[in-house]
């Protein structure tokens, strides 16, 4: 069955990293676009990050350009996102997405915490 886990989420203080990866199976992942949301409470799922089938096409949210990351390698069948200068608003439930052909699948989230 189609399986997104994601890993790597935690608590950091305003000004640190993390390193978010997705690893996905049960779908052909070389074939999808590949997305990062997140949902912070009381506020709509947002996208942060997508990139393409071959990684020639990445987008990001203003909200996070220059500072957030995303990458896959397509023989891992894992999409990264790696997250720099973190602030207290990009405190969320981060999640994976795929869109492959018409369908959508999600991973179960991961949390991320920004604060001192």
């Known amino acids: 069955q189609v399986q997104l886990v994601e890993s790597g989420g935690g608590l950091v203080q305003p000004g640190g990293s993390l390193r978010l990866s997705c690893v996905a199976s049960?779908?052909?992942?070389?074939?999808?676009?590949m997305n990062w949301y997140r949902q912070a409470p009381g506020k709509e799922r947002e996208l942060v990050a997508g990139i393409s089938e071959t990684s020639r096409n990445i987008n990001y949210a203003d909200s996070v350009k220059g500072r957030f990351t995303i990458s896959r390698d397509n023989s891992k069948n894992t999409v990264y996102l790696q997250m720099n200068s973190l602030k207290p608003e990009d405190t969320a439930v981060y999640y994976c997405?795929?869109?492959?052909?018409?369908?959508?699948?999600w991973g179960q989230g991961t949390q991320v915490t920004v604060s001192s």
């Open positions: 049960g779908f052909t992942f070389s074939a999808s676009v």
């Open positions: 997405n795929a869109a492959y052909v018409s369908l959508r699948y």
